[in-house]
């Protein structure tokens, strides 16, 4: 490895190395304060070191690893999301039973899995990151270890994230009987003079989607995702929700978009499939619940398969529509889940809709704050939401996939109902049953809602003017 | 510069009422009235220089026109203008919302700067409709709208406001969708038919698209439309939303919600699908006819007096679909007139419903009843709009109705003459609201009180506005005459090469007299 190759491995090995500079300041000084603040100042640098290295890209570390000006926007959302998930758990974990020392360095663990999803070309890698961050995230979900639903869900997770990691392995297995090779480019290369798919790659392939369709929490693979979403302590849920699946998104996207897997009739079919299923039937579910955490989970089941929409077409604007929806995306989730954050009391999480009674009334920052994240998600105008459905909508009707474009348009009005369900349950009544914040940090209480209204400064600033971050996604290349 | 800057106004002072009306409830009432007041007097001066400046070029369309760069990557411009038809309906808009304001000076206790916020910005979205020349943007401003009144309905709304606050809303969403699926619909066939993709609606004019797809995609804007304004199997939402929204909301249903869908037929359905529009003319127009005598009917059966006055709305937007699709002069001019006067006189209609639901607390007309005799002025303005609401002469409404029924005769005959029965049944629930409320034997021993300074106000402005209209209509006629004598053009000769000649002749119409304000 060249001093270049370390340089273009800055963020990854800042990231690597601050779990164990956490560690050791665990070791040395046992202050919660002291080592959230260590891990937010950690956070900024490996956020800041992308910025360092953008003159390198695009950057290849073959065989394993592609730094280019996709992969660096997706670990910039995936180290962003570390950084506002740092902020929120402060709160959060102070007053729980827990000692929450070692939380960060878990954190620091799972966003370097997803980062390194992101810049992976290669199954190995590819696996290498995964298991890093799901390795991480069953510690993370489980940390509550006395509660009930934080068990039943770290199980939970366990044992299905261990079996579709098992057929991801045994679908890679595959591939590489067929073609020889693990390097998606290689893969691509004996790909490109066939007409449709051998069958031992198509096999292969699909089990592969099973494997990543649990991670991302797809129908039909998406039953434990509610599950998951409520058991496990909020601020993972919302690591959970935006990094785990941005990255192995993104590493999806860079797999089909290298072997040109949009010309194959099947593979198209088995997507179409599953993005129609996934947006009625997470807009469907979600209809049902009474529980916050569990709206959120099955209306990003929903957020995935609008993703898949764009996805589908594999063309130029598919590549800006996927990234601007993930940048939607993950802005939008980390202000909603933060909101249940920093109202969750020490004994519950905020999750019960009647919980948010009055909100508007009592704490009208709040409730504004999540109302934008709320009408963002329903895609409302004036927030990023809605900028990101127009674009996935661009994205599909320009292949002239007219009938999934209805099908979003027809599922997103069902998911405009949930949503607005919370936003009225906030303005309902007039006594808010939630506690008067959190006299007991007021600091970090100021902290967090302070980060959360820049988010939803953001939600609005990119939906109002969202010209400079269409400009920046058209440099995007993934071949 | 001027028409961005009447958004900003708007934006701006609903911000100010929403951040000063903490502190003080009467500031921001204030704050409201100050604003809407700046934009209506500026409005009516220039409507006031610009007919002075027709008469010396009468061919004028475009009276001002900006345009600022705001998605370049899309071709998405924020691309303001108005003509005589956007200029008409933003006095209107700034009217009512004038009207509005006073009407829930006193009505409104709770949560004061927020509900001028809302308001506010619900005018902000519908000057924005009225104005928007590039179709993201007037897609965006159809949505802009939706929230604020989705808030004003849901918190200031009466007992079941919640399920009527998500009818409207899910209502509209779901029809602007579809309308959104179109407009992209669009921007890729002219793009790939001329290799320029924008949003841009002078552009988008001439595009040729083959009869089919045209019919789709006419028909992904007409059902945004048809729901908003609304035509009969669309029409559900209407009376929930209208009667369980606070009087100012109500006011602004009737008023402007409502119209949005009809300008947006005039300004985009029938310039860009041409050809499809004259297709689904005869089923449109009998949509409109069922709509007049069914909403009629309904509320002729009503015994809430703002359903009654909603289905009344109804029966009023069949006429204005039955003008629309005649496609001559003089129906368009009665649409025009029908939209400015149904606005006025519905809008009263509902203010006093309002002033008596505060003074009875019910809506209930069979608990109403000899009010002639305690409310004398009340009693009075009332005959007065129900007999507008009839289509009496001298009141605005039988000019627009006359005009249309005229208009739609040569259009199609026979679903004229049904349409006239329309005018009977009108008659019928009209003198029935009449009947009911204010004459017969008084239900109520104790003492109503009579207008307040303010509603006599509220209530002169629209009594003289209306009896203006019914006398002398001429200004509202020559102010949209050029824009409806070019709409008229082009379904009067129908064939593709004239349809280009415009095409060519709107832009360039449009730079050639661009007013630099």
């Known amino acids: ?479 | 510069m001027i028409l961005a800057c009447i958004i900003g106004i708007l934006m701006g002072g609903g911000l100010l009422a929403l951040l000063l009306g903490q502190w003080n409830k009467n500031l921001s009432r204030w704050i409201a009235l100050c604003t809407l007041l700046t934009g209506f007097i500026a409005l009516v001066a220039f409507w006031i220089d610009q007919h002075h400046a027709d008469n010396i070029h009468p061919s004028t369309t475009w009276m001002i026109d900006y345009r600022h760069d705001w998605i370049p990557s899309f071709g998405i411009s924020f691309h303001l203008a108005i003509d005589g038809l956007s200029l008409l309906m933003l006095v209107l808009t700034f009217f009512l919302g004038i009207l509005a304001v006073l009407c829930s000076w006193n009505d409104v206790k709770e949560r004061v700067g927020f509900y001028y916020f809302n308001l506010l910005w619900i005018l902000a979205g519908i000057s924005g409709v009225f104005m928007a020349m590039d179709l993201f943007l007037f897609y965006f401003f159809w949505e802009v709208m939706l929230i604020p009144m989705y808030f004003l309905i849901g918190i200031w709304g009466s007992e079941n406001r919640v399920y009527a606050a998500y009818k409207f809303f899910i209502f509209t969403q779901a029809s602007g969708l579809l309308m959104l699926l179109a407009i992209i619909g669009l921007y890729f066939i002219h793009g790939n038919n001329t290799g320029i993709y924008t949003f841009n609606y002078f552009e988008l004019l001439g595009t040729a698209i083959s009869p089919p797809i045209a019919f789709w995609l006419m028909m992904g804007f007409m059902i945004a439309f048809v729901v908003k304004l609304p035509i009969v199997p669309f029409h559900t939402w209407l009376p929930d939303a209208h009667s369980e929204a606070p009087t100012a909301g109500s006011l602004i249903l009737a008023g402007l919600l409502l119209k949005t869908g009809a300008y947006g037929i005039l300004r985009f359905v029938l310039p860009l699908f041409p050809e499809a529009a004259r297709e689904l003319a005869t089923w449109a127009m009998l949509f409109g006819v069922i709509g007049i005598i069914y909403g009629a009917i309904l509320a002729y059966s009503q015994t809430d007096l703002k359903r009654l006055v909603a289905y009344t709305s109804v029966s009023h937007m069949g006429f204005v679909i039955l003008g629309i699709f005649a496609f001559n002069e003089l129906a368009l001019q009665g649409v025009v007139m029908q939209l400015v006067t149904h606005a006025i006189s519905t809008g009263a209609l509902f203010i006093l419903a309002g002033m008596l639901k505060e003074r009875l607390h019910t809506r209930d007309i069979n608990h109403m009843g000899g009010l002639w005799t305690q409310m004398p002025q009340m009693g009075a303005i009332g005959m007065l709009f129900a007999m507008a609401s009839l289509g009496l002469p001298g009141l605005g409404n039988f000019i627009a109705e006359f005009l249309i029924l005229l208009g739609a005769f040569k259009a199609n005959i026979w679903l004229t003459v049904i349409a006239t029965v329309g005018l009977i049944f009108s008659a019928i629930y009209s003198l029935r609201i009449v009947q009911k409320v204010f004459l017969g034997p008084s239900e109520r021993p104790d003492q109503v009180r009579d207008f307040s300074f303010r509603e006599i106000v509220v209530m002169a402005a629209l009594t003289l506005s209306i009896i203006w209209l019914g006398l002398y209509p001429q200004p509202v006629i020559n102010t949209v005459k050029p824009m409806i004598n070019k709409l008229e053009h082009v379904f009067l000769t129908g064939n593709k090469s004239v349809q280009k000649g415009n095409h060519q002749a709107t832009p360039s119409n449009a730079h050639k007299y661009i007013v630099k304000k």
């Open chain 1, 1 to 479: 490895m060249s001093g270049n190759d370390f340089f273009a491995l800055t963020p990854l090995l800042l990231l690597a190395g601050s779990s164990v500079l956490i560690m050791l300041l665990i070791a040395i000084k046992l202050s919660h304060r002291v080592i959230q603040l260590g891990s937010l100042l950690l956070f900024t640098v490996a956020f800041s070191s992308l910025f360092y290295i953008q003159k390198l890209l695009p950057y290849h570390i073959d065989p394993l690893l592609v730094i280019d000006g996709f992969s660096v926007f997706i670990m910039g959302l995936i180290i962003f999301s570390g950084l506002v998930v740092n902020i929120l758990s402060y709160i959060y974990f102070e007053e729980k039973e827990e000692s929450p020392k070692e939380y960060y360095v878990l954190l620091f663990l799972c966003t370097l899995g997803a980062c390194v999803l992101a810049v992976s070309k290669h199954f190995i890698s590819l696996f290498l990151g995964l298991e890093i961050l799901t390795v991480g995230l069953y510690a993370l979900i489980a940390y509550l270890r006395v509660r009930h639903h934080n068990i039943e869900a770290g199980i939970k997770y366990l044992v299905l994230a261990a079996f579709s990691s098992a057929f991801l392995l045994f679908g890679m297995a595959l591939i590489y009987l067929q073609t020889g090779s693990m390097e998606f480019s290689i893969i691509a290369r004996s790909l490109t003079s066939l007409q449709s798919l051998p069958p031992l790659f198509l096999t292969g392939l699909g089990m592969m989607l099973v494997g990543v369709g649990f991670k991302l929490a797809v129908v039909p693979f998406h039953m434990w995702t509610a599950d998951v979403y409520q058991g496990a302590p909020a601020p993972v849920t919302a690591f959970i929700a935006t990094a785990s699946k941005g990255g192995v998104f993104a590493v999806l996207f860079r797999f089909f978009i290298m072997i040109d897997g949009f010309r194959f009739k099947v593979v198209m079919l088995i997507l179409i499939c599953i993005a129609v299923a996934s947006m009625i039937i997470g807009n469907l579910l979600a209809v049902q619940q009474k529980n916050v955490k569990r709206i959120l989970a099955y209306s990003s089941i929903a957020h995935l398969g609008y993703l898949l929409v764009a996805f589908i077409p594999g063309s130029m604007m598919s590549i800006k529509a996927v990234s601007f929806y993930l940048m939607a995306y993950f802005i939008t989730t980390l202000t909603a889940f933060g909101i249940v954050t920093v109202l969750s009391n020490k004994e519950t999480d905020a999750e019960d809709i009647e919980s948010y009674k009055a909100l508007f009334w009592q704490h009208p920052v709040l409730a504004c704050i999540f109302s934008s994240a709320l009408l963002s998600l329903a895609g409302i105008p004036l927030t990023v939401g809605f900028v990101g459905k127009f674009y996935i909508l661009a994205a599909g009707l320009q292949a002239g996939f007219w009938v999934i474009a209805l099908i979003l348009v027809i599922s997103s009005v069902i998911g405009l109902y949930y949503y607005l369900r919370i936003i009225t349950t906030m303005f309902a009544g007039q006594k808010s049953i939630l506690s008067e914040g959190k006299k007991a940090n007021p600091i970090f209480y100021m902290v967090s809602i302070i980060a959360l209204s820049a988010l939803s400064l953001l939600i609005i600033w990119f939906g109002v003017y969202p010209s400079g971050a269409m400009d920046f996604m058209g440099y995007f290349k993934l071949k």
